[in-house]
Structures are given as structure tokens and as C-alpha cells.
């Protein structure tokens, strides 16, 4: 049996000094790691966090002024796509004018030599022919009908004025159709998904694909323009939807923002 005094070799053998230190040296990296996160703690606690948008200061994009710029945007974006939509079928009937011209040519009489109109013709007093010139005078009065009407559309420039201006509504209609969502969780600090939120949504997604069919379009595609078409006819639905819904919303916002 080993003696007290016998085991102070085994015991010093540990290293105490080291193990004290050790301790120590813990102690300290865990005081330091503690400030560390109540500081980190401390700062993001006065900072806004995702879910209270509605904290931050906006300024004028929370005022009146700004909040009534998506309504009164939409609403002359509604006329001036109505416009635009006029134009493209103006458009159309000027190019398939064409077809329904030639075709009502053919039932008219060959005209005798001298004679530039049936009514010249019957004037020249072709017995044999008179009959046959009087009964296809309707016929000539509608060719010359919708050769002045084409006259007219063209005048008008449709196709250029329509690729224009849906190229603008396409740009400034995108842009508001998104101000509109970022105004409103600027001052409500959330959205308000419902009839309005999804019309404009669609709406966006109907410019789009329509401005997708141009290229195809040009190249004479006409199941892109019949593509292009029922997008347009079915933004306008969708439009049409917007506005509707869209009233309650501004009298809402009339009453709870105030100026500037």
C-alpha cells in the first residue's frame, strides 16, 4: 500500500496549471461570445424586419400624390389601349380589303372597247350588253365603296400607329401594373390578393404574349394574329375587370392617405 506522500508524484504528474488555464481561456470566449450576440441582438431588433414593411418612413410614396398615380394611370392606359386596339382593327380590314375587292371584280362584265365604267359602257348603248352592265352596277358601286374605304385607312397610318402604341402601353402599362403593388405594401405593409391583384396580374401576362406574336406576325403567321387578337380581346376583359374592381380601392385610398 502506497503512502500519501508516495502518490504526490502520481498527482503532480496531471497538469494542473494547464487545465486552470484552459478554464479560464473558456470562460472568457464564452463571456465574449455572449456580448457579441446580445450586441447583434441589441441592433437588429431596432432595425424593420420583412413582415412590418409598413414601419420604414416612405415619404411622398406613401402621400396621396403617389397613391393616386396608379388609378389615374390605369384608367388612360384603359382608353388609350381601346385606341390602340381600334387601330390594329382598322388595320386589319385594310389588309384583307384586298381579297374582297378582287373577288367582287370577277363578277363584273368584261367592258367594251372605250368604256372605263358600266355606266360608260350602257351609255355607249350596246344592245346586246346593256342588260348584262345595268344588273352589275351594284356590284361596281361596292368595289369602288371599299377601294375608297381602303383609300381612307390608309391614310390613317394604322399599322404603324397600332405597333407604336402598343409598344408603349405594353412599357408604361408593365411599369404601373407593378407600382401599384409596391405603393400599397409601402403604405399597408402587405398585399391584398383578390379580384383586383389577379386581373392585373393576367392582364400583364395578355401584353406579353401579344407582343410575343409580333415577330411570327411579321413574317405572315396567322395563327399568330389570331393568337395576337384573343390576347389583346381577352386583356381587355381583364382590363375592363381592373377598372371595376380598382374604384373601391381608390375611394379607400382617397379617404385614408393624405397629401402631398
Not at 72 to 80: D, E, K, N, R, T
Not at 208 to 214: H, L, N
Not at 243 to 252: H, W
Amino acid at each position: 500500500q502506497k503512502s500519501l506522500h508516495e502518490a504526490e508524484p502520481f498527482l503532480g504528474s496531471f497538469p494542473l496549471d494547464s487545465k486552470t488555464h484552459s478554464y479560464e481561456h473558456s470562460q472568457k470566449s464564452l463571456h465574449e461570445a455572449v456580448v457579441v450576440s446580445l450586441t447583434f441582438l441589441a441592433v437588429t431588433a431596432g432595425l424593420p424586419t420583412i413582415s412590418s414593411a409598413a414601419g420604414p418612413d416612405w415619404g411622398l410614396f406613401e402621400g396621396k400624390s403617389l397613391s393616386l398615380a396608379h388609378p389615374i394611370a390605369m384608367g388612360a392606359l384603359f382608353v388609350f389601349q381601346v385606341n390602340t386596339a381600334i387601330k390594329g382593327f382598322n388595320w386589319r380590314r385594310q389588309r384583307t380589303m384586298g381579297d374582297e375587292i378582287s373577288d367582287l371584280k370577277k363578277q363584273l362584265p368584261t367592258l367594251p372597247e372605250g368604256a372605263k365604267t358600266l355606266q360608260e359602257a350602257i351609255d355607249m348603248n350596246v344592245e346586246a350588253d346593256v342588260s348584262l352592265y345595268k344588273s352589275a352596277l351594284d356590284v361596281e358601286r361596292e368595289v369602288n365603296a371599299l377601294m375608297e374605304e381602303r383609300k381612307t385607312l390608309a391614310s390613317q397610318n394604322n399599322r404603324d400607329n397600332h405597333y407604336n402604341q402598343g409598344a408603349i402601353l405594353a412599357f408604361i402599362g408593365t411599369l404601373f401594373a407593378i407600382e401599384g403593388p409596391l405603393n400599397t405594401y409601402a403604405r399597408a405593409g402587405k398585399l391584398f390578393p383578390g379580384p383586383h391583384l389577379y386581373a392585373g396580374a393576367g392582364l400583364v401576362i395578355c401584353w406579353a404574349a401579344a407582343a410575343a406574336c409580333v415577330p411570327y406576325m411579321q413574317k405572315g403567321s396567322d395563327a399568330a394574329r389570331s393568337l395576337h387578337i384573343g390576347a389583346n380581346v381577352i386583356g381587355m376583359a381583364l382590363f375592363a375587370w381592373q377598372v371595376t374592381t380598382g374604384i373601391p380601392i381608390l375611394l379607400k385610398v382617397w379617404e385614408l392617405t393624405k397629401w402631398p
